[in-house]
């Protein structure tokens, strides 16, 4: 009798908690932008004064892509509901200096308005740093990065550390983005991988497209060696960021 009492509470208690979750709505800020920033001009708002209402079971996010070629920076922003995810905060440093920069940020949180970051995380900045740093004296490439078509791809001396030119193009979709993106640079990264696989940050969904590079170089990958040293490289970047993260977090 008083464990079917206790059970019938219980019931009662589980059935008034998910009615209470589905009564109270969840509000997050909404907006995105693209946008070609200089690298000094690492000021950056990303308040958001709109609010939208979610539909049941969302989660709220804030995500960015950052692109850098010589000294301007392609970013996209976002803010808005998700109707699938859990609550996480994810780094990705795509690319890694020198040369052409692929770097992503994205907060997925439960509560309203928790999507509320003013300032584009600091680490998307510092990144940047070293890829103006000691250019070495042979590589040059065409350099540019534009929202649709460079008008002009300058020809610059690589940094340091660099060892090919890279053309590409990137298709930035989802999150309410329907956007081309061209990018030209120095780069260490074989073949067109700029964003290593990565292809989703938070909402928005990558495409990567080289057709200049296949024109180029028709199957030219040779050295399977420098593939695995490098994709190792990029895994213990990832490991290390998220290391920080959680050591930053606790
Ligand atoms: C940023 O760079 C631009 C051109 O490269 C220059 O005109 C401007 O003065 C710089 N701003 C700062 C704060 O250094
Ligand atoms: C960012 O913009 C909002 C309005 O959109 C403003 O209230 C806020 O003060 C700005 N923050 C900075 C640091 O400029
Ligand atoms: C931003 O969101 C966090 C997490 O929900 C919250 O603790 C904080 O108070 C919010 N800040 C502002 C200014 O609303
Ligand atoms: C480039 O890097 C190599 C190896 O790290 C170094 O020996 C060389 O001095 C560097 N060159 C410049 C111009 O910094």
Same mark, same amino acid.
């Given at each position: 009798m008083?464990f079917h009492?206790?059970?019938?509470l219980?019931?009662l208690?589980?059935?008034?908690a998910?009615?209470?979750?589905l009564?109270q709505n969840?509000?997050c800020?909404?907006?995105?932008?693209?946008?070609i920033k200089e690298?000094?001009?690492?000021?950056?708002?990303?308040t958001?004064?709109k609010?939208?209402t979610?539909?049941?079971?969302?989660?709220?996010?804030?995500?960015v892509?950052m692109i850098?070629?010589?000294?301007?920076a392609?970013?996209?922003?976002?803010?808005?509901?998700?109707s699938?995810?859990?609550?996480s905060?994810t780094?990705?440093?795509?690319s890694p200096?020198?040369?052409?920069?692929?770097v992503s940020y994205?907060n997925?949180c439960?509560?309203?308005?928790?999507?509320? &970051?003013s300032? +584009?995380p600091?680490? !998307?900045?510092d990144?940047? =740093?070293?890829?103006? /740093?000691k250019?070495s004296?042979?590589?040059r490439c065409p350099?540019?990065?534009?929202?649709g078509?460079?008008l002009?791809?300058?020809?610059l001396?690589?940094?340091?550390?660099?060892t090919?030119?890279?053309?590409?193009?990137l298709?930035?979709i989802?999150?309410d983005?329907?956007?081309?993106?061209?990018?030209?640079g120095?780069?260490?990264?074989?073949?067109?991988?700029?964003?290593?696989g990565?292809?989703?940050?938070?909402?928005?969904?990558?495409?990567?497209?080289?057709p200049?590079?296949s024109l180029?170089?028709?199957?030219k990958?040779?050295?399977g060696?420098?593939?695995l040293?490098?994709?190792?490289? &990029?895994?213990? +970047?990832?490991l290390l !960021?998220?290391?920080?993260? =959680?050591?930053?977090? /606790?």
């Amino acid at each position: 009798m008083g464990f079917h009492h206790i059970q019938s509470l219980l019931f009662l208690f589980l059935l008034g908690a998910s009615s209470l979750t589905l009564a109270q709505n969840l509000y997050c800020h909404k907006g995105i932008s693209m946008s070609i920033k200089e690298d000094n001009s690492s000021a950056f708002n990303w308040t958001s004064e709109k609010v939208e209402t979610c539909d049941n079971n969302a989660l709220c996010q804030e995500s960015v892509l950052m692109i850098k070629s010589g000294a301007k920076a392609a970013v996209f922003v976002t803010k808005s509901c998700v109707s699938e995810g859990i609550p996480s905060i994810t780094f990705a440093q795509h690319s890694p200096p020198p040369g052409i920069v692929a770097v992503s940020y994205s907060n997925y949180c439960e509560d309203s308005l928790c999507n509320n &970051k003013s300032d +584009l995380p600091d680490f !998307l900045w510092d990144s940047n =740093l070293p890829s103006v /740093s000691k250019a070495s004296t042979t590589l040059r490439c065409p350099t540019c990065v534009a929202l649709g078509n460079c008008l002009s791809a300058p020809s610059l001396l690589c940094p340091n550390g660099t060892t090919r030119c890279y053309q590409g193009r990137l298709e930035i979709i989802g999150g309410d983005f329907d956007s081309t993106l061209e990018v030209k640079g120095c780069t260490s990264v074989i073949g067109c991988r700029l964003m290593s696989g990565i292809l989703t940050v938070g909402p928005m969904w990558v495409k990567e497209m080289c057709p200049y590079q296949s024109l180029i170089q028709p199957r030219k990958i040779k050295n399977g060696a420098t593939w695995l040293l490098i994709s190792i490289r &990029k895994l213990e +970047l990832l490991l290390l !960021l998220l290391l920080q993260l =959680l050591v930053h977090c /606790s």
